[in-house]
């Protein structure tokens, strides 16, 4: 698809990104998403952080459990760093904007587009006819996410950059549609080490919320001696690390560990081969254990503080929603205006 000429000074450079409380955050989260959250909250540019319970109830989820899971992803976004004074920082169910412009997007999205989605592909399996229509169209939802803020950037996980990608169909086929230059083409940000962090049993596979295993992630709830003994029982190979980062590539979960270790670490995972080849994982899990204890101890430690004060955290949440209300309800009713809708001013 053909997208829209635009100057650089088009659009003000704004990052958005979110991540569903639909499970506890883990070190994944982390090193994929929050760490980076924190890094680009210090490059002066504008940044809107969301937690996406809309996204959450395309799978049923007990209300009191969400609840909850919505107020402890907020208290991690705010231990891992991220400052609700200088990031807006909301749960995206309080700024009905982001609705009204996905379905505006489900208008402008092709089904072809949708049934190429390969997460949904993953999520629906072969019961694809029984998820709900929710699922299905929810590359749309993410779309207006982060159009509803004209968000130039966003920081995402490998497995995401699909979801951008559409975001830029979408947003390009709305311009072209109406003649106009509205909407940005959105640009994915995937950078850093461990940008996709994988289970701890199994290399192949993505850390996740929803593994039945608990001993597949870190937890960003997990005590220090949690997390050690974690570490410490992940799964290997009986290889020493390689001299080089290439030796990695058919042992994905001694790749794992390394990039996992390099994240943390601020290293690349060349550095960390280079410092520690030839080792024996006896000799790098435990020095990847106390890592990992130093830098994600004083999270798990905050996030408790916080959660023990959860109308403080909707306090916050409120206060992040009125903040990105004032961005995106004036893009959204321009929408309207742009498409043809006849609007009462009496809002």
């Given amino acids: 698809m ?9 659009f003000a450079p704004r990052i958005f990104s979110g991540i569903q409380p639909s499970g506890g955050l883990t070190l994944g989260n982390y090193l994929g998403a929050l760490k980076r959250f924190v890094q680009k909250q210090d490059e002066g540019i504008e940044t809107v952080y969301c937690l996406v319970d809309m996204h959450a109830i395309t799978v049923w989820q007990d209300p009191a459990r969400l609840r909850q899971q919505t107020r402890e992803a907020a208290a991690g976004f705010i231990a891992a760093g991220i400052d609700p004074a200088r990031s807006i920082l909301f749960n995206q169910s309080q700024v009905s904007a982001h609705v009204e412009l996905a379905w505006i997007f489900n208008t402008v999205a092709r089904m072809g587009w949708m049934s190429r989605m390969t997460q949904f592909k993953d999520k629906a399996g072969k019961n694809s006819e029984n998820v709900s ?11 207006a996410d982060i159009l509803a803020y004209k968000a130039t950037h966003v920081p995402v996980g490998e497995d995401q950059k699909q979801h951008i990608e559409l975001t830029r169909d979408i947003a390009a086929k709305f311009n072209n549609d109406y003649g106009v230059n509205f909407f940005p083409i959105t640009e994915p940000v995937i950078e850093g080490a461990a940008t996709r962090v994988m289970s ?36 290997t190979d009986p290889e020493p690390l ?6 990695l590539a058919d042992r994905p979960d001694a790749r794992n560990l390394v990039n996992i270790y390099a994240a943390l670490a601020d290293m690349t995972p060349a550095q960390v081969i280079a410092e520690y080849a030839g080792a024996q994982f006896g000799t790098f ?9 130093a830098k994600m101890s004083p999270i798990t430690t905050e996030m ?6 959860e109308a403080e955290i909707d306090r916050i949440l409120a206060k992040g929603a ?15 205006d742009i498409i043809g809708m006849i609007r009462s001013r009496y809002r």
Avoid at 242 to 247: C, L, R, Y
Avoid at 285 to 293: F, M, N, Q, T
């Fill in 322 to 336: 009125e903040r990105a209300d004032a961005i995106a309800r004036p893009i959204v009713d321009e929408v309207y």
């Fill in 2 to 10: 053909a997208e829209p000429v635009q100057t650089p000074q088009a």
């Fill in 242 to 247: 390689p001299e080089t980062v290439d030796g």
């Fill in 285 to 293: 899990k435990p020095a990847l254990a106390d890592l990992a204890v």
């Fill in 200 to 235: 701890l049993r199994d290399g192949t596979k993505k850390m996740s919320k929803s593994d039945p295993s608990d001993q597949s992630r870190i937890n960003l709830t997990d005590d220090a001696d949690t997390i050690s003994k974690k570490i410490r029982k992940a799964k």
């Fill in 133 to 143: 229509l929710g699922l299905f169209a929810y590359p749309a939802l993410m779309a």
């Fill in 304 to 309: 408790t503080r916080l959660m023990q004060d």
